[in-house]
């Protein structure tokens, strides 16, 4: 197999819909053998529907078309227990991981001072410290092989604030500090840390109905009514971007024609952060 992953292995959290499966795909069609990790289930606290079992079975379908190895493993990145299984699980069947992207993620909304402990403590669990417990989890393999690529998925959050996110805004600003920390540590064994951190994608985090009613403020808010709110939020003339987006963006850092690159936080915004 040939492709700028050949002879890889990555893990993706995530993985079961949105940017997590545009990663896997983007990175077995480049040649790498995927380990696709999800809850696949319903997050408690979350206002929209969670992935399911049947999705991530159906990017575990989609990769191995591509004639790479491949391994679904539900699992929550909250639960030290259950992500140290996963990964040792895709160890034991892949061999070994040279690239961890950190997908997994949720969203919620509301005023700082209105935000429950429980919706505050979910976002910082699930979106920080399940990034930091799977990149734990994932360092000791690479730091033993003294090489290796992760790719965490921030935000433009992670840079800016926005009017009913505190807790999400305060989660990826984290993220952005893992993405320094983790990259000062383990440059010495090799391994390269990076973020990619996105304006608005198109996936189910944010395109559910729940979310465009919160966007348009009232019942019932349409897609055409939210593309005219982020053509007003980004500054090229297009609304939103697309899982692969994010997916070209990971597949660079994690390609050796990244391999100058570590503890960066590259943009893939629409110029949002210009304004």
């Excluded at 992500?83 to 040279?98: M, N, P, R, S």
């Excluded at 391994?191 to 019942?219: E, K």
């Excluded at 690159?261 to 590259?266: D, E, F, P, R």
Aim: charged share 20%.
């Amino acid at each position: 197999m040939s492709g700028r992953l050949a002879g890889k292995t990555a893990l993706v959290t995530g993985a079961a819909r949105g940017i997590g499966r545009a990663c896997a795909l983007r990175f077995a069609e480049e040649g790498a053998d995927v380990a696709l990790v999800d809850i696949a289930r319903d997050v408690p606290g979350v206002p929209y529907p969670g992935a399911r079992r049947e999705q991530l079975d159906e990017t575990a379908r989609l990769v191995a078309e591509r004639g790479v190895r491949t391994l679904a493993l539900p699992a929550d990145v909250t639960d030290t227990v259950s992500i140290g299984a996963a990964v040792e699980a895709a160890i034991q069947d892949l061999g070994h991981i040279d690239v961890l992207v950190t997908a997994a993620g949720i969203d919620s909304w509301g005023k700082a001072w209105e935000l429950t402990d429980e919706q505050w403590q979910k976002m910082l669990d699930v979106n920080l410290t399940g990034v930091w417990k799977t990149a734990r989890a994932v360092s000791p393999n690479m730091i033993a092989r003294k090489k290796g690529a992760i790719v965490f998925i921030g935000s433009v959050l992670s840079h800016r604030a926005n009017k009913e996110f505190a807790h999400y805004t305060a989660a990826k600003h984290g993220v952005l500090g893992l993405t320094r920390a983790f990259g000062l540590e383990l440059a010495p064994f090799g391994v390269r840390v990076n973020s990619v951190d996105p304006t608005v994608v198109f996936t189910d985090m944010v395109m559910n109905q729940a979310y465009l009613d919160r966007l348009g403020g009232h019942p019932g808010t349409t897609l055409d009514e939210a593309r005219e709110y982020y053509l007003r939020w980004n500054t090229l003339p297009i609304p939103w971007t697309e899982p692969v987006d994010i997916a070209n963006a990971a597949l660079f850092l994690a390609s050796e024609e990244a391999r100058a690159i570590t503890g960066v936080a590259l943009p893939v915004d629409l110029g949002a952060l210009l304004k």
